[in-house]
T-cell receptor
Framework: NAGVTQTPKFRILKIGQSMTLQCAQDMNHNYMYWYRQDPGMGLKLIYYSVGAGITDKGEVPNGYNVSRSTTEDFPLRLELAAPSQTSVYFC???????????FGDGTRLSIL | GESVGLHLPTLSVQEGDNSIINCAYSNSASDYFIWYKQESGKGPQFIIDIRSNMDKRQGQRVTVLLNKTVKHLSLQIAATQPGDSAVYFCAEPLNSNSGYALNFGKGTSLLVTP
């Protein structure tokens, strides 16, 4: 039972580079989320999806894009990496709003 | 959005003692709360949840209490063990405009000493 799987676990990017953070879940959850967590802080919502083909912005979407072509996958794209995007990124999914969200183990991203 | 906040940033307890982690919320319409545990280098792990039609819910060694009058909830961990050392977050879903994403507080760091 894999749950939520995120890849890569670690990455270092140079300013201006692009990359895609992968997230996959095998629980047939409709709701998926991307959060970022800065040191000593709680999680902030970047983007969310309530089902395949449906995505929307969260609290801090600038500099990111997402897609949701299947129920299982919800990749997060950074187009022009900036130092402010250095953070730990978590993907989560849930069956419904009143069920707990399940989290992956995160991608630790440094931009230098 | 309205905040879910934690009273103390750190809590140190001796192994075997009971731990109590507190959380205040500001939205009186909030009706679902979740506690998560986050160990170093890992994602938040679900511990227990509670809906607003309940005052108390028990799990294995954990109990969550909800006081809607003062908008406060607490997580009690019985017979705290070294493996309980982690950061604990309370969280509540935001509204449908954000897909019911979770609103997290900053967290309380629990340190269990032998």
């Amino acid at each position: 039972n894999a749950g939520v799987t995120q890849t890569p676990k670690f990455r270092i990017l140079k300013i201006g580079q692009s990359m895609t953070l992968q997230c996959a879940q095998d629980m047939n959850h409709n709701y998926m989320y991307w959060y970022r967590q800065d040191p000593g802080m709680g999680l902030k919502l970047i983007y969310y999806s309530v089902g395949a083909g449906i995505t929307d912005k969260g609290e801090v979407p600038n500099g990111y894009n997402v897609s949701r072509s299947t129920t299982e996958d919800f990749p997060l794209r950074l187009e022009l990496a900036a130092p402010s995007q250095t953070s730990v990124y978590f993907c989560a999914s849930s069956y419904s709003p009143y069920q707990p969200q399940h989290f992956g183990d995160g991608t630790r991203l440094s931009i230098l | 959005g309205e905040s879910v906040g934690l009273h103390l940033p750190t809590l140190s307890v001796q192994e075997g003692d009971n731990s109590i982690i507190n959380c205040a919320y500001s939205n009186s319409a909030s009706d679902y709360f979740i506690w998560y545990k986050q160990e170093s280098g890992k994602g938040p792990q679900f511990i227990i949840d509670i809906r607003s039609n309940m005052d108390k819910r028990q799990g294995q060694r954990v109990t969550v209490l909800l006081n809607k009058t003062v908008k406060h909830l607490s997580l009690q961990i019985a017979a705290t063990q070294p493996g309980d050392s982690a950061v604990y977050f309370c969280a509540e879903p935001l509204n449908s405009n954000s897909g019911y994403a979770l609103n997290f507080g900053k967290g309380t760091s629990l340190l269990v000493t032998p």
